[in-house]
């Protein structure tokens, strides 16, 4: 069973950079697409950006000046940054990977909050 | 940028009864990249339907999932207790890349 978990600070002060790791387990990181995806309090989701196995990546045109996805296939993780972050970036944030079956995102992490805040 | 929109915002309905929720896209979506996620609070969305009709492993079948073009639609056949939560479709479209989701029906305990 293939099992996600971000993580990273739980608080960031404006203009700063978010960074966040997403642990995949119970498989390999190879030959799948995995997804950066966000939820600000109370509101909808947000897909941020995505990268293959091979390191490719597609952004958000919103968020795309800043923000970078990296895989490390070693570790068998990717990960986040966000630069220059203001509160209106402050969210949930989920690591999720995109079914073989087409283009949806059929396994999740749990989520992590971060906070922009000084 | 393809905006989908979900109708009702909040759906209130007993359990036993049957929901129709609706994803209106603005402008042509293929169906094969059409999914519905169901979210409950505190946890992460779990992927209900792809492809606009098959549902993921281990979704119960009173899921289903059909329409085409700019129209999709979920039902539930029949509302069992674990069914109330926020519902959201997904669609994707390429040349660039990207994923959009629907703003979310929230599907309340009449």
């Known amino acids: 069973q293939v099992q996600l978990q971000e993580s990273g600070p739980g608080l960031v002060k404006p203009s700063e950079t978010l960074s966040l790791t997403c642990t995949v387990s119970?498989?390999?990181?190879?030959?799948?697409?995995w997804s950066w995806i966000r939820q600000p309090p109370g509101k909808g989701l947000e897909w941020i950006g995505y990268?293959?196995?091979?390191?490719?990546?597609s952004y958000n045109p919103s968020l795309k000046s800043r923000v970078t996805i990296s895989v490390d296939t070693s570790k068998n993780e990717f990960s986040l940054k966000l630069t220059s972050v203001t509160a209106a970036d402050t969210a949930v944030f989920y690591c999720?990977?995109?079914?073989?079956?087409?283009?949806?995102?059929?396994?999740w992490g749990q989520g992590t909050l971060v906070t922009v805040s000084s | 940028e393809i905006v989908l929109t979900q109708s009702p915002g909040t759906l209130s309905l007993s359990p036993g009864e049957r929901a129709t929720l609706s994803c209106r896209a603005s402008?042509?979506?293929?169906?094969?990249?059409l999914g519905w996620y169901q979210q409950k609070p505190g946890q992460a969305p779990r992927l209900l339907i792809y492809?606009?009709?098959s549902r993921a492993t281990g979704v119960p079948d009173r899921f289903s999932g059909s329409g085409s073009g700019t129209d999709f639609t979920l039902t539930i056949s029949r509302l069992e207790p674990e069914d109330f939560a926020v519902y959201y479709c997904?669609?994707?479209?390429?040349?660039?890349?990207?994923?959009?989701f629907g703003q979310g029906t929230k599907l309340e305990i009449k």
């Open positions: 999720a990977r995109r079914s073989p079956m087409g283009q949806n995102f059929d396994y």
């Open positions: 119970g498989g390999s990181i190879t030959s799948y697409y």
């Open positions: 990268i293959d196995y091979n390191g490719a990546t």
């Open positions: 402008q042509s979506v293929t169906s094969s990249y």
């Open positions: 492809g606009s009709s």
């Open positions: 997904q669609q994707y479209a390429g040349s660039p890349p990207m994923y959009t």
